[in-house]
């Protein structure tokens, strides 16, 4: 068994798109009657880390020291994904300020514990050279110190090409291995990373296959691991569980073990980060990817952007020895 009270040793670099979560939570008891929809009579309302920052939550609950790297605007939603960052300890040397660029926000009406509606704002053009400059320096001089790198890619314009085949590069060369979990459709941009973790969606339109039937899944993987050079590869499949590829050897199927699924936002967060934790550790691809599967079982049962804890994931472990 994987002990993951060692998480707490290991050192992890998190680079990829910052976002706030903004969660309108209400009842819904009537049609408007300007249009047929619900009317959500809004009762509270409540803020967390997104994209980027929920892998860090997920790190840090498992009481991994994290360092993040990415941008954010300069407005309020900016100062609070850095507040948010800061109260889980985590490094923000890497988190830059752009004042022309907004942070990303995602905004989820709930009712029920049923999401009815999201508002995302948001910008997705790259972020300028000056920023590139500035991570890619932090970066040389942090990777020395790292366990772990986890690319989290939601194609908001801050993980490049260039910057996945920099960190590539300096993580080889210091020994360090690099996840990355990819929203691009063209997956040779994560070039010669350790493991890449798409949901079997992403997977099926970069491989330009209609997933419906093991073989195509086979299929679809392979057109991947020879598109960005992998070792390994991870194709989460929802309530089917996972699909592990790795160079010669069979792939490995580990079913869901979710009872209940409320809400999947997030869960690819979990994945990564429970799987890098494994990976850092010591674990086997195998080790490590039914850790992950559990926490993603635990995660989403829960409404809204979440994570699982040391200790629910403790408990799972017991239960499923």
Not at 167 to 186: C, E, F, N, Y
Not at 268 to 281: P, Q
Request: proline share 3%; charged share 20%; hydrophobic share 45%.
């Amino acid at each position: 068994m994987i002990d993951v009270d060692k998480f707490k040793e290991l050192r992890v670099l998190v680079i990829g798109d910052l976002m706030l979560d903004e969660y309108l939570w209400g009842r819904v008891e009537r049609i408007s009657p300007e249009a047929p929809v619900p009317v959500v009579a809004v009762e509270k309302k409540s803020h967390t880390l997104g994209g980027a920052g929920n892998v860090i939550n997920n790190l840090s609950a498992m009481g991994a020291k994290v360092f993040a790297m990415g941008a954010v605007g300069a407005g309020p939603a900016g100062r609070d994904v850095l507040k948010k960052l800061e109260a889980l300890s985590v490094d923000v040397t890497g988190v830059i300020s752009e004042p022309d660029r907004p942070t990303t926000r995602k905004t989820r009406i709930i009712a029920a514990s049923q999401q009815m509606l999201r508002i995302d704002r948001e910008v997705s053009h790259r972020i300028s050279s000056h920023t590139l400059d500035i991570l890619t320096r932090i970066i040389a001089g942090y990777i020395d110190k790292m366990d772990l790198v986890i690319i989290s890619d939601y194609d908001k314009g801050l993980v490049t090409r260039e910057l996945v085949a920099f960190i590539v590069d300096i993580s080889k060369k210091s020994g360090v291995m690099t996840l990355a979990d990819p929203k691009s459709m063209d997956f040779s941009k994560y070039m010669g990373v350790t493991v890449l973790t798409p949901n079997k969606k992403e997977a099926a339109i970069a491989a330009g296959i209609q997933i419906q039937t093991p073989e195509e899944m086979a299929e679809a993987a392979a057109k991947i691991i020879a598109l960005a050079g992998l070792d390994k590869l991870l194709i989460t499949c929802g309530k089917a569980g996972m699909v592990l590829y790795e160079a010669g050897k069979p792939a490995v199927t580990i079913a869901s073990k979710a009872r209940q699924v409320f809400d999947v936002s997030g869960a690819g967060d979990t994945v990564i980060s429970l799987l890098g934790l494994g990976l850092a550790s010591g674990a086997t691809f195998e080790a490590a990817a039914g850790l992950a599967n559990l926490a993603a079982g635990i995660v989403v049962a829960k409404v809204g952007t979440a994570t699982a804890s040391i200790d629910e994931l403790k408990q799972c472990l017991m239960i499923n020895i």
